[in-house]
């Protein structure tokens, strides 16, 4: 069997995002996967994610949420020293539905793919970006 590179997992978890699988999208990760997004820390995004399960939770919630992911641009995918860590540049886009308000932020991750599974994420994005967007759906634009 083929092994799966970096750039074929991440084309992979894009697809299954985009279709809204969340249980698809668990299945990329091992059993005791973490996802850290360092700058959150709310309950609709907590800063760790820690196991499958509470990862299949989290992404079944945030699907289900106003904001939709309308496209991934990767501008860069960088292997590191360690061939189980690649950095990944990219620009996420969407929207919220709720308003109609368009986002578009800029992150950097951090993957630690062992045996084609994603075994660690670290998502450093600007949450000042979708706070502006969400923040203004209450006052109604």
Known sequence: MPSTTPADLLARRRDLILAGDADGFAALFTPDAVIDMPFSGTPEAPARVAGRTAIQ?????????????EDFEISEL????????????????????????????????ILRI????????????DPRVLAEVLGDRHSGG
Request: no cysteine.
């Open 78 to 109: 960088h292997q590191t020293q360690d061939p189980e860590v690649v950095v990944v540049e990219m620009r996420t886009k969407g929207a919220v539905t709720t308003t109609g308000r368009s986002f578009s932020v800029t992150s950097v991750q």
């Open 57 to 69: 939770e989290y992404a079944r919630r945030a699907m289900s949420s106003p904001m939709r992911l």
């Open 114 to 125: 062992r045996d084609g599974l994603i075994a660690s994420f670290r998502d450093y994005a």
